[in-house]
């Protein structure tokens, strides 16, 4: 298995550009995340899906959007990019709603808006 | 409303000695999960141990043990014969059984081992 796994590893944007950022997980894993961490801090929910067709709004939302229309995939997209989206990007997976269920973490995507 | 602490932004400990790393939560939920992770200076998270409410003895895992008091809210890291490979972020974590499915996530101690 190779887990989860996210591309690019980096990426540098202009402001006002756009891209996606990809999220594969080979676990049949349901629920899936996505978190942005700013340098020296801890996590912060971006957009979380409990299973293809299903996606929520974490605190951060603002600014990303997310589509999961398979279970392995859960993409996110940065419209307009701005200087405050400068972060890493961590995408996660946990095979169910059960509270005992640890998180699989990707390896991040490092972003930085110029 | 659910929260984690983490009151230590940062920690040294001497190679070889046990060191604690703090975490406290706040839930009112009976059934949730308390987790740890280590972020080394590579970035990726690691999950290194896992306690829930309902369990009676405290998890280990190596040299990983969770100090769970449930009456007290906390879940303290202990981390025994440090290492110098385990300086790194370490992030405690609740998920509640309730709710959203999501995951709470503390502020992280920055762990030093010297030699």
């Known amino acids: 298995n190779a887990g989860v796994t996210q591309t690019p590893k980096f990426r540098i944007l202009k402001i006002g550009q756009s891209m996606t950022l990809q999220c594969t997980q080979d676990?049949?894993?349901?629920?899936m995340y996505w978190y942005r961490q700013d340098p020296g801090m801890g996590l912060k929910l971006i957009y979380y899906?409990?299973?293809?067709?299903?996606?929520d709004k974490g605190e951060v939302p603002n600014g990303y959007n997310v589509s999961r229309s398979t279970t392995e995939d859960f993409p996110l997209r940065l419209e307009l990019a701005a200087p405050s989206q400068t972060s890493v990007y961590f995408c996660?997976?946990?095979?169910?709603?059960?509270?005992?269920?640890?998180?699989?973490f990707g390896p991040g995507t490092r972003l930085t808006v110029l | 409303a659910q929260k984690i602490t983490q009151t230590q932004p940062g920690m040294f400990v001497q190679e070889k000695e046990a060191v604690t790393l703090d975490c406290t939560y706040d839930?009112?939920?009976?059934?949730?999960?308390l987790f740890w992770y280590k972020q080394p200076s590579s970035g990726e998270m690691i999950f290194l141990i896992y306690?829930?409410?309902?369990?009676?003895q405290n998890a280990t895992e190596g040299r990983y043990s969770l100090n769970f008091q449930k009456a007290r809210k906390s879940a303290n890291l202990v981390i025994s014969a440090s290492q110098l490979g385990d300086s790194a972020m370490y992030f405690c974590?609740?998920?509640?059984?309730?709710?959203?499915?999501?995951?709470?996530f503390g502020t992280g101690t920055r762990l030093k081992v010297l030699a």
């Open positions: 676990m049949n894993h349901n629920y």
């Open positions: 974590a609740m998920r509640e059984s309730s709710g959203t499915y999501k995951y709470i």
């Open positions: 839930t009112s939920d009976q059934s949730y999960g």
């Open positions: 899906s409990v299973g293809a067709g299903i996606t």
């Open positions: 306690q829930g409410s309902y369990d009676e």
């Open positions: 996660a997976s946990s095979r169910s709603g059960r509270p005992y269920n640890e998180q699989f």
